[in-house]
């Protein structure tokens, strides 16, 4: 049930990295007034997210260089310019951390796992509920990608 999970994460990023196709750079790292980040810091968070949701709260190390992990945490916003090179290993990252993320919850790594209460009111109590967690997450994150796609 797990893995059809992860291939539903897989295929909603994909289809988000197609929605984004065509954006410039400068479109990416754009802030629209009265928005607090951009496209490339929301891409970059659904990795950092999944990272902070799956590997730090079972107990091992993030499986991402932290260059895209601590600046994209939550509470934070996009620090600078984010250039092409880096926009495109965010793209992939954004794949290739579902499929580390399902290898390593077939391998066992994350059996481990410290519940604890999501801010939206979820109980997150083992590794299915956290990666259960994550189409709920990236789902608001794709909705603010939309909404910024509007004004850039």
């Known amino acids: 049930m797990i893995n059809k999970t ?21 479109q990416l ?8 980040n951009n ?7 659904m990795i950092s997210a999944q990272q902070g949701i799956c590997y730090l709260r079972a107990g091992t190390e993030i499986a991402v260089d932290d260059k895209y992990f601590s600046p994209y945490r939550p509470g934070t ?28 919850y077939n ?7 410290t519940p604890w209460i999501a801010r939206y009111g979820v109980n997150i109590n083992n590794a299915e509920d956290a990666i259960n967690f994550l189409p709920f ?10 909404a910024i796609k509007k004004f850039v």
């Open 29 to 36: 790292n754009k802030v629209p007034e009265g928005f607090n």
């Open 137 to 146: 997450h990236d789902g608001l994150h794709t909705g603010y990608i939309m």
């Open 6 to 26: 992860i291939t539903n994460i897989k295929s909603t990023r994909q289809h988000l990295l197609g929605l984004i196709e065509g954006l410039t750079t400068e």
């Open 107 to 113: 391998n066992g790594i994350f059996a481990n796992y």
């Open 77 to 104: 916003k996009p620090e600078g310019f984010v250039d092409s090179t880096e926009i495109e290993n965010i793209k992939t990252l954004l794949l290739s951390s579902a499929d580390k993320m399902e290898t390593d």
């Open 39 to 45: 496209i490339v810091w929301n891409l970059a968070h």
